[in-house]
């Protein structure tokens, strides 16, 4: 997984090649546990139209193409076309991959994809340029702060965490 003189297979990746394997590998493991989960030989798989469901149901986030800047499954299966494909007229999505495919694989196959954007690009093919939405992440509470606590009513600190204004009387500890 690295170019032979250490540097890391993605080392030049950017945050569309990072999206694009994640969407590999999450495909790739939803198509095959459903094949798994579903254990039926008539159906294999599910069609195009129901993807936003399965993988609402198995990752428990929301499939949107939109922040993939793309209008269709269609034209997103085509970033992805050495992964996944969409058959038939009805549309069943199928992995073309094995399930124990390893993960050094999909780097690897996002890494030739990245390569042919780049040649493309190069060549003045400007529609090779990802243009995926970045959604902002909502901003967390550090733990620290959570674990504070609270200032009394009148915005003083509680009689404990209060600094002492003298020093204990000898042998207060025995009464």
Known sequence: TDLGNGEPLFAEFVFEDWALLGSRFE??????????????????????????FYYQKYYKKKFDLSSFGMASLDAFGELIKDTLTIEGAD?????KLAEDTPLPEFVKLTELHRR????????GDETALLKFVRTPHPPTTPISS???RPMTPGGQQPAWKQPRMYPPAPGHWRR
């Not at 042919?116 to 060549?123: E, N, P, S």
């Open 91 to 95: 549309g069943l999505m199928q992995s």
């Open 27 to 52: 495909m790739h493991l939803l198509l095959h546990a459903f094949k798994r989960d579903l254990d039926d030989k008539d159906r294999p798989s599910f069609p195009q139209g129901h993807l936003a």
């Open 146 to 148: 959570a674990l504070k």
């Open 116 to 123: 042919d954007r780049q040649r493309r690009l190069d060549a």
